[in-house]
Nanobody, 128 residues
Framework: QVQLVESGGGLVQAGDSLRLSCAASGRTFSGFVMGWFRQAPGKEREFVGAISRSGGLTAYRDSVKGRFTISRDNAKNTGYLQMNSLKPEDTGVYYC?????????????????????WGQGTQVTVSS
């Protein structure tokens, strides 16, 4: 099993940028597909994006395409979510997650149930 810890959240204004980090420990990080999800108050957790084991493939929800970038550094056992041009509707708790499922499965389904390891979450608040 791998353990995940997110960091980097905070309060920003619309149009600002933030970079979230997801530090992994335990089993080899490169053996897992990594995903990012978010949950706004009163709403279901939703898929933000995912990255393949090597980092060569990514998938994003439509509303963040062109603004968010997922990356990973397997040598540092860390994943990243770079968020630019933030909007108030991006507000929520952001979670990183890991799965041993194939990336094509993750990219197609985009469901939280595919992921079996989760971080504790980090709050992102975007003011207008």
């Amino acid at each position: 099993q791998v353990q995940l810890v997110e960091s980097g959240g905070g309060l920003v204004q619309a149009g600002d940028s933030l970079r979230l980090s997801c530090a992994a420990s335990g089993r080899t990080f490169s053996g897992f597909v990594m995903g990012w999800f978010r949950q706004a108050p009163g709403k279901e957790r939703e898929f933000v994006g995912a990255i393949s084991r090597s980092g060569g493939l990514t998938a994003y929800r439509d509303s963040v395409k062109g603004r968010f970038t997922i990356s990973r550094d397997n040598a540092k056992n860390t994943g990243y979510l770079q968020m630019n041009s933030l909007k108030p509707e991006d507000t929520g708790v952001y979670y990183c997650a890991a799965t041993q499922a194939a990336f094509y499965v993750v990219g197609a389904a985009r469901q939280s149930g595919i992921f079996d390891t989760w971080g504790q979450g980090t709050q992102v608040t975007v003011s207008s």
